[in-house]
């Protein structure tokens, strides 16, 4: 939180000074950006302050990435953020007032990200994701690493993974999940989500989405940012409603396209 009514210019030197002991790495190295958020709740007379890091590393490698690829990068956004957007924009229908929780499972990660009357009001990422249950089949079934993601994602893999390589996986998302959502709760004093919203890589596959929700203890829904859209004929809609969740952070980033924004 900070003195309301302060220039960008004074918020920007200010949160300098702040930032040296809240960022892990010298100053140097990351690039950081901030938005007033609004009164605080807490503290009378203050504004909430929103600064966000990332190390130059990663997002340079992701700029030079775009403009082989011959675009021209604009706008620079966190994934947690993301998510939160494709929530607001595209999840319906959303209780006013109510928490929306959405739990992202890629490759490495777990991402937490929960919203509240359309802000991201708590993030979080883990170190957890599908390359652990990748990883698994393609040492128990002997087959090459690619091979086994890419059938798994499309869901043509073959064999017992099912019953003798699924189980442990599961049990250990749930944990990692049942993790997560103890940590938001605790930070921010909330209740246990009654559902969430599932995606990334790992929503898309069918088992392990039917072990979630018979097992996990609240309602699972797999989040499909294109439910609520006109899907293009030239596409095939059956093939794209599977693969619905992987595209979240996409769909999150789209988004961006449809609001103002400023540099």
Request: hydrophobic content about 40%; aromatic content about 8%; charged content about 20%.
């Amino acid at each position: 939180y900070m003195d309301p009514e302060q220039s960008d210019y004074d918020l920007e030197n200010q949160i300098e000074i702040e930032a040296d002991s809240l960022i892990p790495y010298p100053l140097e190295e990351v690039y950081l950006d901030f938005e007033e958020m609004g009164p605080s709740a807490t503290h009378t007379g203050k504004v909430n302050v929103l600064l966000t890091a990332a190390h130059k590393d990663l997002v340079d490698s992701r700029l030079l990435l775009a403009r082989e690829a011959n675009f021209d990068p604009k706008i620079v956004d966190m994934e947690n953020y993301a998510i939160g957007n494709a929530m607001d924009f595209f999840h319906t229908p959303h209780t006013e007032d109510m928490p929306l929780c959405c739990i992202n499972v890629g490759a490495s990660l777990l991402q937490i990200c929960v919203i509240k009357n359309g802000d991201v009001i708590y993030t979080k990422e883990h170190a957890f994701g599908l390359y652990q249950l990748i990883n698994d089949i393609s040492a128990i079934h002997m087959v090459e690493r690619e091979t086994a993601e890419r059938q798994l994602l499309d869901g043509t893999l073959s064999g017992n993974w099912v019953e003798d390589t699924l189980p442990i996986f599961a049990a250990n998302l749930q944990q990692n999940i049942n993790r997560a959502l103890q940590m938001y709760m605790s930070t921010l004093h909330a209740e246990r989500p009654t559902k969430i919203l599932f995606s990334g890589g790992a929503a898309t596959i069918e088992p392990l989405v039917d072990i979630l929700k018979q097992d996990l203890g609240l309602e699972v829904d797999c989040f499909n940012p294109f439910s609520n859209m006109s899907i293009n004929p030239k596409l095939d809609a059956t093939r794209l409603s599977k693969i619905a969740p992987q595209l979240a952070i996409a769909a999150g980033l789209a988004s961006r396209s449809f609001t103002p924004w400023h540099m």
